[in-house]
Each structure stands twice: as structure tokens, then as C-alpha cells.
């Protein structure tokens, strides 16, 4: 999906980019259980996926075909402020990969160019637990950057009750980092 940011690790504008429709959407999850038969995951990712005006018909439609495992891969910026978002998130019900690199400003900004992102992505943490719904953290590591947060992020994740599992991935860069 199309996407305002410019975060440095993100490779989703390396190329030309491109928006798919929900009927687009529709046929490729159909081809998608014609050639699998019972998929078990699909994942909606981007760019920033949860900005398509979409993305919460094109979770049901995954739903809908009885794809087990049904994700969103997200930054939390509108879980943290969009209240009809968050009530149809916990209808939809999808699992929730949530990027979250760690606690200092300097990592926001060297990884995805903003520094003052924390205080956001813990509300919306907050908000996936009032809700109901559970995340999977998704921290990109950096050496030099924020290697020094692991620990910090394992006891966060432990104590929060929206969180549910980490899955650490080493920074990758597409051509894109300065």
C-alpha cells in the first residue's frame, strides 16, 4: 500500500510502488486458496498497510476464506489514534506484527526516521490490550543503533499484556539507507 513516511529501513518505495484494490485483493486470495487448497498465512504488509481504506475488508476477505493465519503488519500509528479502527481490528481479529525497535529516541530516528514515535506506539500497545487483541513485536536491530535494547525489549514484552511473542529482525537495507 502507498505510504507518507520515509522510514530508512522500509524498501516498500525502492521501486515503482503500487496500490492493490480490494477486488485485487479478492482474486489473488481466491488463486491463492485454488492453488493452496488450505493456506495457512497470508500477510498484509507495505509500506504501512493499515492507511489503505481498505485494509479492514481485505483482513475479512482473508478471513472469510478461512486462511488460519491471517496478519497485519503494522507501525500502530492508527491503532494508537483511531478508535472505529481499533473496534473493527477486534471484530477482524487478525494477528498483529507491530514494529517496536526499542525505547530511545536516537533508534526511532536512525531506523525509521522520527525520534518521538515511543509515547504512540506504547498507547497503541495499550490499546491493542484494552481491546482485547494481542501483538507480536516486530524490532528491527541495528548494530550500533540498538543492540543495547534487546534486554529492555524482552522485559517489556514480558510485562505487557497485550504482547504475546517478539520476533527480532535484523536490520535490512534496500538501497534506501543514509
Known amino acids: 500500500s502507498a505510504c507518507n513516511m520515509a ?7 525502492a521501486g515503482a510502488g503500487f496500490n492493490l484494490t480490494l477486488a485485487e485483493v479478492e482474486a489473488i486470495l481466491d488463486h491463492f486458496v485454488a492453488t493452496e487448497g488450505n493456506p495457512e498465512v497470508v500477510q498484509f504488509s507495505g509500506g504501512e498497510p493499515s492507511i489503505h481504506p481498505d485494509i479492514i475488508a481485505m483482513l475479512r476477505a482473508a478471513k472469510a476464506r478461512n486462511i488460519r493465519h491471517v496478519m497485519l503488519n503494522t507501525n500502530g500509528k492508527r491503532i494508537a489514534n483511531d478508535d472505529a479502527f481499533l473496534a473493527e481490528l477486534a471484530d477482524v481479529h487478525p494477528a498483529i506484527y507491530f514494529q517496536f525497535d526499542g525505547f530511545d529516541a536516537e533508534t526511532y530516528r536512525l531506523l525509521r526516521g522520527e525520534s518521538n514515535i515511543l509515547s504512540e506506539k506504547l498507547r497503541g500497545l495499550d490499546r491493542l490490550a484494552q481491546a482485547g487483541l494481542s501483538a507480536v513485536l516486530v524490532p528491527a536491530i541495528e548494530r550500533g543503533v540498538n543492540e543495547h ?14 504482547v504475546r511473542g517478539i520476533n527480532f529482525q535484523p536490520a535490512f537495507h534496500a538501497q534506501r539507507y543514509i
Open 7 to 13: 522510514c530508512p529501513l522500509c524498501f516498500a518505495d
Open 149 to 162: 535494547e534487546v534486554g529492555a525489549i524482552v522485559r517489556f514484552a514480558l510485562d505487557h499484556p497485550a
